[in-house]
């Protein structure tokens, strides 16, 4: 049986909700987990204090949030395993340093999804994020690994020292992306300026890219046929740093062939 | 057709085809499914002829390999028309070595295609992608994509796409359905009925056009150093110059279909469909190979393929 939390009071702080992930619920009944503490502002609040609390721990890891979440920051922070689904916009955080399992936003997300702690140098190392709304300012900052979609656009400095991994957002990346990015691919379904240490290498349609996109859909974002059978800009960068990351600008006017 | 003696006994009869009362002999080998995928099913197939050509027999060729099956756009990995190639060797170190070759020179080679497992999941696994990359010159990138990694290997046309590693299942190799009547004409009409109602999944007819006109015996009766030789005893032109000839009386042609398949069950299964469908063919005698049920871990008697598939 899916675990469900279902928020009824809003917090009176900003609450800090990393420990709601599933691989730390697991085998929790709906009590034991109302019990459990989350940090608030200053102070502590019980989980049933803030949610209703449905169903039990499972086996399978599924955990469901639900309600306006935009008080709480590291919603499935430090996940490794299982599913979370939320239903509702998040705070920031959402997703940080994610190494596995799936983290499904259904709402925007905050700013620094997916990314590094505050100084920390790699990000999520693995697992998926999808949003369905947009997500905030440095999504996918220092990421080595994994997989950030997002079915609409994402703020500025999405992928900042990016080290691997994927960004895609359907809507378009934001403004100065993939600044001191290694090795890491970011996608746009719209066509953005890169930064001026990216450099201009061709149109093509990338297959991997592809395979990427046929997974988001699977994972439920509304990719359009375009963007699979169109052709994609590649620039390369960030040439001041390593530059073998990537933007790839989906080219509507050079797309289908 | 007077006075010659053959050591043939009918088993039964489907119409007016004898089957003969044998058993065909097959072998444990180990196997790798790729699917290769391409701007239009019709570069997939190119790309899947070229890397199951020359693979007819392990004996000469290392490997066995053929088209199981074109895949429409939905059962790919990327959405676009493909094809799915089965490849046998002796041992998993042989997969390994031949798929990387074949992938390598015919699947990387050939226009706008892309290269994925075929047996997600399996418990054992080879190298492709792993080893196929390198042909990036340190310029390859690697992406996980649903739990799968791939290979990036920039190329002339943008990029090839491969599977890190692909799983190997332990198959079986060497069924067959040996098929006769009075003439040439008659028995390839039977023969490629045959191969046609036994290609599907799970099974790989590795020969041209799935059927081998000079079936071979292990060994040879004039050399030591030879591995196989023809199959004198199903040599039509030779039932009156030798004494144990195995060719039925009033067939003037025998055509031959080697099977090799996923599982056992799989190959039985191919060789009821292959036998039926000849005998509705005009196929007068339905026999098979063995080497007297010494060597191979697998018998596949005719008798138990009486009822149709």
Not at chain 1, 238 to 250: H, K, Q, S
Not at chain 2, 113 to 132: K, N, S
Not at chain 2, 216 to 235: C, D, E, I, R, Y
């Amino acid at each position: 049986m899916t675990l469900t939390l279902t928020l009824r009071t809003k917090p009176p702080a900003r609450v800090r909700a990393a420990p709601l992930i599933p691989e730390l619920l697991r085998g929790l009944n709906a009590s034991s987990v109302a019990a459990l503490l989350l940090r608030c502002g200053g102070e502590t609040v019980a989980v049933g204090d803030l949610f209703e609390v449905s169903g039990a721990g499972s086996e399978d890891e599924a955990l469901v949030l639900g309600g306006d979440l935009r008080g709480f920051d590291w919603i499935g922070a430090g996940m490794v395993s299982g599913e979370l689904e939320v239903h509702g916009d998040v705070g920031d955080w959402a997703g940080a340093e994610m190494a596995g399992g799936v983290l499904r936003i259904h709402g925007d997300a905050g700013a620094r999804l997916g990314s590094a702690f505050p100084g920390t140098r790699a990000g999520m190392t693995g697992g998926e994020i999808v949003v369905t709304g947009d997500a905030g300012e440095e999504a996918g900052a220092g990421m080595r690994r994994g997989l950030i979609a997002v079915s609409g656009q994402t703020a500025a400095g999405t992928g900042l020292r990016m080290l691997a991994g994927t960004v895609i957002a359907l809507g378009g990346i934001g403004d100065e992306a993939g600044l001191g990015n290694k090795r890491g691919s970011l996608a746009s379904g719209r066509t953005l300026e890169p930064l001026p240490s990216y450099a201009y290498a061709t149109r093509f349609r990338p297959p991997a890219l592809r395979l990427q996109l046929l997974r988001v859909r699977e994972l439920g974002l509304p990719v359009d046929d375009a963007l699979l059978r169109g052709g994609w800009a590649r620039w390369s960068g960030d040439r001041t740093e390593l530059g073998r990351g990537e933007i790839l600008v989906f080219d509507e006017e050079n797309g289908s062939r | 057709m007077t006075g010659v003696t053959t050591g043939v006994t009918t088993g039964f009869t489907l119409g007016d085809t004898e089957v003969v009362d044998t058993f065909a002999e097959a072998f444990p080998m180990r196997y790798a499914r790729v699917v290769i995928t391409g701007a239009t099913d019709a570069w997939a197939l190119e790309a899947a002829r070229s890397m199951t050509g020359f693979a007819t027999s392990v004996i000469g060729c290392k490997c066995e390999a053929a088209i199981e099956r074109s895949l429409i756009a939905d059962e790919t990995p990327d959405g676009r028309p493909g094809i799915s190639v089965l490849l046998f060797a002796m041992d998993r170190e042989g997969v390994g070595k031949r798929i990387v070759e074949r992938v390598g020179q015919s699947v990387m080679t050939c226009p706008t295609t892309a290269c994925f497992d075929g047996l997600p999941g399996a418990e054992r696994t080879a190298p492709l992608g792993g080893t196929l990359r390198y042909f990036g010159d340190g310029f390859q990138a690697s992406k996980v994509i649903g739990g799968r990694r791939f290979w990036r290997i920039p190329v002339m046309e943008g990029e090839f796409l491969v599977s890190e590693s692909v799983g190997v299942g332990q198959g079986v190799g060497g069924g067959n359905v040996v098929i006769g009547a009075g003439d040439e004409d008659a028995a390839l009409a039977a023969a490629q009925a045959a191969a046609d109602a036994m290609r599907g999944e799970g099974i790989a007819l590795p020969f041209p056009g799935g059927i081998v006109r000079s079936g071979s015996k292990v060994g040879s009766l004039t050399s030591k150093s030879m591995p196989a030789s023809t199959n004198h005893q199903m040599a039509p032109t030779l039932r009156a110059q030798i004494a144990d000839t195995l060719v039925p009386d009033g067939v003037g042609a025998l055509f031959e279909i080697v099977i090799d398949g996923v599982s056992e069950e799989a190959v039985r299964e191919a060789m009821r469909r292959g036998l039926h469908a000849a005998a509705g063919a005009g196929a007068t005698h339905v026999t098979a190979a063995n080497f007297g049920g010494k060597l191979g871990e697998f018998h596949f008697p005719l008798s138990e393929l009486r009822d149709p598939p």
